[in-house]
C-alpha cells in the first residue's frame, strides 16, 4: 500500500512540527509539507496535491473553514481533516458543512490520529468520540417529539427578519457574539437579542441546538 501524503496546517510551529515529526515515524504516512495558515495551505495543496489536509480552524488570514470550503469546492478529491482545540458544536457542523471529512481535537491520541487519518483517505468520516456524542444529542434534541413539524418549522422560518437569518447563518459558521456584531455592524447586545428571538421563534433551548438546526434545514448559505 502506498504511504498517505499529508499536508499540516496550523500557525503554531511548535504543534505544527510536532505533528510533523510524530507522522514521521509512521511507515503508511509522509508529511508533503507545512502551512502557516489558510492561505499557504490552500496554495501548497495545489502545488503538493496531498491525499490529507491536517487542518486547524483558528487560523490567521484565513481560518481553517475558509480554506477547507476553498479546497473541497476546488479539490474534492483532497480530504480535510480538522484538528483543532475547540469543541464547539458550531464550529464542527460548520466544517462538516463545508466539506471536511474529519474533526478531532489536538487532545488526541497520536494512535488515533494516525488512524484517522488512514480511515480519512480511504473515504471513511471520523468524529471525535466527544464531538459525536455532542452531535447526537443535539440532533436528537431536535427531533425529540417532533416527528412531524415540518409545516410548524417552515412558518417559523418564515417569521425570522432578514436580519435574523444573517445571525443565524454567522452563529452556524460558529461565530462569536463579538464576531457576529462585528460582522453585521451592530451591538453584541443586539445580537444577544437577535439571537433570543431566534430560538423563540424556532423552539430552541441554546445557540448549539440553534446551528444544529441551520445545516439541518439547509438554511446556511456557504458564502463568506
Same mark, same amino acid.
Not at 511507515?27 to 501548497?44: C, M, S, T
Not at 480519512?120 to 471525535?128: D, E
Not at 459525536?132 to 440532533?139: R, T, V
Not at 425529540?144 to 425570522?160: F, I, M, R, V
Given at each position: ?38 492561505? +499557504? ?5 495545489? $502545488? !503538493?496535491?496531498?491525499?490529507? %489536509? !491536517? ?14 470550503? *476553498? ?6 478529491? %483532497? ?9 464547539? $458544536?458550531?464550529?464542527?457542523?460548520? *466544517? ?9 481535537? @489536538? ?46 418549522? +417552515?412558518? *417559523? +422560518? ?7 437569518? $444573517? ?11 463579538? $464576531? ?21 421563534? !424556532? ?12 445545516? @439541518?434545514?439547509? !438554511? %446556511?448559505?456557504?458564502?463568506?
Amino acid at each position: 500500500m502506498s504511504r498517505v501524503r499529508v499536508l499540516v496546517a496550523d500557525d503554531h510551529t511548535l504543534f505544527r512540527r510536532g505533528i510533523t515529526a510524530a507522522l514521521a515515524d509512521q511507515p503508511d504516512l509522509e508529511v508533503v509539507g507545512e502551512a502557516v495558515d489558510g492561505l +499557504e495551505a490552500i496554495k501548497k495543496t495545489r $502545488e !503538493l496535491v496531498p491525499e490529507v %489536509v !491536517l487542518m486547524d480552524l483558528n487560523m490567521p488570514n484565513c481560518s481553517g473553514l475558509e480554506a477547507t470550503q *476553498a479546497l473541497q469546492s476546488e479539490m474534492p478529491q %483532497v480530504k480535510i481533516l480538522v484538528l483543532t482545540v475547540s469543541d464547539s $458544536e458550531s464550529d464542527l457542523f460548520a *466544517a462538516i458543512k463545508f466539506g471536511a471529512r474529519g474533526y478531532l481535537l @489536538k487532545k488526541a491520541e497520536p494512535e488515533e490520529l494516525v488512524q484517522a487519518i488512514i480511515s480519512v483517505s480511504q473515504g471513511s468520516v471520523m468524529i471525535s468520540s466527544l464531538m459525536a456524542n455532542k452531535l447526537l444529542a443535539e440532533f436528537n434534541a431536535l427531533s425529540a417529539g417532533a416527528p412531524n413539524h415540518s409545516k410548524k418549522d +417552515e412558518q *417559523a +422560518e418564515a417569521e425570522l427578519s432578514p436580519r435574523e437569518g $444573517e445571525v443565524l447563518q454567522l452563529v452556524s459558521k460558529g461565530a462569536t457574539n463579538k $464576531e457576529i456584531a462585528d460582522a453585521l455592524f451592530i451591538s453584541e447586545n443586539t445580537v444577544k437579542t437577535h439571537l433570543q428571538n431566534i430560538m423563540d421563534k !424556532l423552539h430552541l433551548a441554546n445557540r448549539s441546538q440553534a446551528a444544529a438546526y441551520a445545516v @439541518k434545514k439547509g !438554511l %446556511v448559505t456557504d458564502k463568506g
